[in-house]
């Protein structure tokens, strides 16, 4: 079992930054491909970014690519979500997920692979 805990959202105005912190229980943090998804209400949770086990792949959708960057420090079982040029549009709960994988490629990563999920972090961005 493993527990995910978010953290770093809030309020910040167009063209701002955050970074969302998600920290994971358990001793086998590194067997887990992780990503983040966002969703807002009354629609489909989003797809926003996955990296690899070890941090050597990532992956991103065309709305956040070259704005957001993922990242993962295994020796703390953390995973980062560090947005910049952030955008009215980007204002969603944002969610920390895992899978648990061996395999380097995240470029396929989407929800129904997801073992576990976070409680979500509120990103609001002001215009």
């Known amino acids: 079992q493993v527990q995910l805990v978010e953290s770093g959202g809030g309020l910040v105005q167009a063209g701002g930054s955050l970074r969302l912190s998600c920290a994971a229980s358990?001793?086998?943090?590194?067997?887990?491909?992780m990503g983040w998804f966002r969703q807002v209400p009354g629609k489909e949770r989003e797809f926003v970014a996955a990296?690899?086990?070890?941090?050597?792949?990532?992956y991103y959708p065309d709305s956040v690519k070259g704005r957001f960057t993922i990242s993962r420090d295994n020796a703390k079982n953390t995973v980062y979500l560090q947005m910049n040029s952030l955008k009215p549009e980007d204002t969603a709960v944002y969610y920390c997920?895992?899978?648990?994988?061996?395999?380097?490629?995240?470029?396929?990563?989407?929800?129904?692979?997801?073992?576990?999920w976070g409680q979500g972090t509120q990103v609001t961005v002001s215009s």
């Open positions: 997920a895992a899978t648990r994988t061996s395999s380097s490629v995240v470029s396929a990563y989407r929800g129904d692979l997801v073992d576990y």
């Open positions: 990296i690899n086990w070890s941090g050597s792949n990532t």
């Open positions: 358990g001793r086998t943090f590194s067997s887990y491909a």
